[in-house]
């Protein structure tokens, strides 16, 4: 398996609700990414969790909330989000710190709110 | 402050028309350089990993060369598969290893 895979793919939530963004990967990476895009911008860093840890908070947010269950799963915890969160949503792997394999990027998912 | 841009914006080729993208980065100290491909509605797929001045990186039609102060792309006899946004993106000594800046990228449409 050498894929990272997001769900949903898109999501439509009012500015009270709480929902979660959810990414898995079964290729052994041990450092996980959150990525925000918005259109015709490029990626820019939310979190990272390397080892299970969070290791970067850009600076996000409090109505975003990272959790990593496992060293498979990354999730995305949202509440009370506002029109101007709306964007493309990435999740990322890679073997090790430092980007140096690559990046592994999942297809992301599009969230409006509304 | 480690920075990245790229040119052109946007680009245009017919299809065998070969072309160059160009990455300037300004790090202090680079750690590693990178390449990626996006289709629209995708995530961005890895392409490049380039570490030192004078290094270069083949893959298909896609050909990465850098120096100190830059990164060219160049693509030989493209097609129009090869249409996408290419980003590129680096990381510098004085940046957490968990860390890379992304360019804007160079959007390129490859016309049959």
């Known amino acids: 398996d050498t894929e990272v895979t997001q769900t949903p793919k898109h999501l439509v939530m009012g500015m009270t609700n709480k929902k979660s963004l959810k990414c898995e990967q079964h290729?052994?990476?041990?450092?996980m990414y959150w990525y925000k895009q918005k259109a015709k911008k490029p990626p820019e860093l939310m979190f990272v969790?390397?080892?299970?840890?969070?290791?970067i908070n850009e600076s996000v947010p409090s109505r975003f909330s990272p959790e990593c269950p496992n060293s498979s799963l990354l999730n995305l915890h949202l509440h009370a989000l506002q029109p101007e969160d709306s964007a493309l949503y990435l999740c990322?792997?890679?073997?090790?710190?430092?980007?140096?394999?690559?990046?592994?990027f999942g297809s992301g998912t599009r969230l409006t709110v509304v | 402050e480690d920075q990245v841009t790229q040119s052109p914006e946007a680009l245009r080729l017919q299809e065998g028309e070969s072309s160059s993208l160009n990455c300037s980065y300004t790090?202090?100290?680079?750690?590693?350089l990178f390449w990626y491909r996006q289709d629209p509605g995708k995530g961005p797929e890895f392409l490049f990993t380039l570490y030192s001045a004078g290094e270069e990186k083949e893959k298909e039609r896609l050909k990465a060369t850098l120096t100190k102060k830059e990164s060219f792309l160049h693509i030989t006899a493209p097609k129009p598969e090869d249409s996408a946004t290419y980003l590129c993106?680096?990381?510098?000594?004085?940046?957490?290893?968990?860390?890379?800046?992304f360019g804007p990228g160079t959007s390129l449409s490859v016309i049959p």
């Open positions: 969790y390397s080892y299970e840890k969070l290791s």
């Open positions: 990322a792997s890679s073997l090790g710190t430092g980007g140096f394999y690559g990046y592994t």
């Open positions: 993106a680096v990381q510098g000594e004085k940046t957490s290893y968990d860390k890379v800046i």
């Open positions: 790090v202090s100290g680079l750690r590693g």
């Open positions: 290729m052994g990476h041990r450092a």
